[in-house]
């Protein structure tokens, strides 16, 4: 059992950033894509960024963060972050990681196999 717990979550004012973490559980880590997930209220949960395995050399990310956030990884910490910068009111939601354990690459939220608990995010002046 794959285990994920999100923390750096909190309350920013518009302009400000952050950097969650989400740390995996599992020594297989290097081998999983990860990505990030987040949901606002009354959302349905949307796709944020995805990182590949091993070196991470390909990422991906929504339009609505490209530019201002960035996805990365560490192996030998078994984690993987997201720095935010520059945010807005609209990215306040509950941030998730995910893992995807089997072969391929994740192309929808349904491709992934594990979930993180969440971390609350908000941007409000």
């Known amino acids: 059992q794959v285990q994920l717990v999100e923390t750096g979550g909190g309350v920013v004012q518009p302009g400000e950033s952050l950097r969650l973490a989400c740390a995996c559980s599992?020594?297989?880590?290097?081998?999983?894509?990860m990505g990030w997930f987040r949901q606002a209220p009354g959302k349905e949960r949307e796709f944020v960024a995805r990182?590949?395995?091993?070196?991470?050399?390909?990422?991906n990310y929504a339009d609505s963060v490209k530019g201002r956030f960035t996805i990365s990884r560490d192996n030998d910490k078994k984690s993987v972050y997201l720095q935010m910068n520059i945010l807005r009111p609209e990215d306040t939601a509950v941030y998730y990681c995910?893992?995807?354990?089997?072969?391929?690459?994740?192309?929808?939220?349904?491709?992934?196999?594990?979930w993180g608990q969440g971390t609350q995010v908000t941007v409000s002046s």
């Open positions: 995910a893992a995807r354990t089997r072969h391929g690459v994740p192309l929808s939220i349904s491709d992934y196999d594990y």
């Open positions: 599992d020594h297989h880590f290097g081998s999983y894509y």
């Open positions: 990182i590949s395995w091993w070196t991470g050399g390909d990422t």
